[in-house]
């Protein structure tokens, strides 16, 4: 025998046209009208903005977003402008009924999730230049990654006009671009960075997990052990960065599969590498674990 809260799950699915609660919106003129409903009714708007392939991780920022705002838009949009051509974009996952099903769970108000010709109309070629905090670490790795980054963040800004946007503290560096351009470009948005989701083990979730084979799935806890490693440092008292970095790399020796891409003791604003630990430091990793590329940070500090 069925419950009386699961009878009327039943009928609020059989009421709806395609079995989501949520509305599904795929062009602008719908996302904007959509909001203007709901500002018309009094409520902020807040977004979180995602690739799809939804994970714990997406949804501890719908929760945020959810106690902090009356009306959440969830985005689900692969950017091709963030890949460079030789990266995953089009093996990137794509998982748009599966992810409808998690968010129905959270019931968010509206899922945007556009084609790629709605965004990026023929003739398209304008893209943001963030400048310095965007050009160490992964900047490095991926020069024309965090362009792509800021374009499609702040064009979201201007079709969805929230009052407030969740990100997720695993893409650090990702959060100090997005605020310096919403900053710079006068954007009346709150940008508000959410803590890392970890696996039990440590991993911490990423949409790109999907690829690691079991045993690439236990050597991709190097990067958190090793972020776990320079905390205990810290907390033991050593402030010389290359000390503690030499101790981090121990554990990557020690799993020679994995390639890394870098590992690095930096100030927390702009991103430069630090000599001593002085006040708060962003510890940030990223390697390549067979064809998959993580990666992961923790903030440390000294002071506390």
Do not use: W
């Not at 949520?22 to 062009?27: E, F, K, Q, S, Y």
């Not at 093996?91 to 009924?97: A, G, I, K, M």
């Not at 943001?128 to 064009?155: D, Y």
């Not at 006040?279 to 067979?290: C, L, N, Y």
């Amino acid at each position: 025998m069925k419950s009386d809260l699961e009878k009327s799950a039943d009928e609020r699915r059989a009421s709806s046209s395609d079995a989501h609660h949520h509305a599904l919106v795929t062009t602008i003129a719908e996302m904007r009208a959509a909001v203007a409903a709901a500002r018309r009714a009094g409520k902020t708007v807040g977004v979180v903005p995602t690739m799809g392939a939804l994970h714990a991780g997406h949804l501890s920022l719908v929760e945020y977003c959810q106690r902090e705002c009356d009306f959440t838009v969830v985005t689900i949009f692969v950017n091709r402008t963030q890949f460079a051509p030789h990266e995953d974009f089009r093996q990137y996952p794509r998982t748009l009924e599966a992810d409808r099903t998690a968010l129905d769970a959270c019931r968010v108000d509206v899922v945007f999730a556009p084609p790629d010709e709605e965004i990026y109309r023929t003739g398209s070629t304008t893209l943001i230049e963030v400048g310095p905090v965007a050009r160490p670490l992964e900047g490095e790795s991926r020069p024309t990654h965090f362009a792509g980054v800021a374009t499609i963040v702040a064009k979201l800004f201007n079709i969805i006009t929230p009052d407030r946007a969740y990100f997720g503290q695993k893409d650090y560096q990702q959060t100090l671009v997005i605020r310096r351009m919403t900053e710079d470009l006068d954007l009346p948005v709150d940008v508000r960075v959410c803590p890392i989701v970890r696996e039990p083990d440590g991993l911490a979730l990423s949409s790109r997990n999907v690829y690691l084979s079991p045993t690439e799935r236990q050597q991709a806890l190097t990067l958190s052990r090793s972020l776990a490693r320079a905390s205990e440092l810290v907390a033991a008292g050593e402030r010389n960065a290359n000390v503690i970095l030499a101790r981090m790399r121990e554990l990557f020796a020690a799993e020679p599969t994995i390639a890394v891409d870098y590992i690095a003791l930096a100030d927390p604003d702009k991103l430069l590498p630090v000599e001593e630990l002085r006040g708060p430091t962003i510890a940030a990793i990223a390697a390549r674990v067979g064809k998959t590329r993580l990666i992961d940070n923790q903030l440390l500090d000294p002071l506390a």
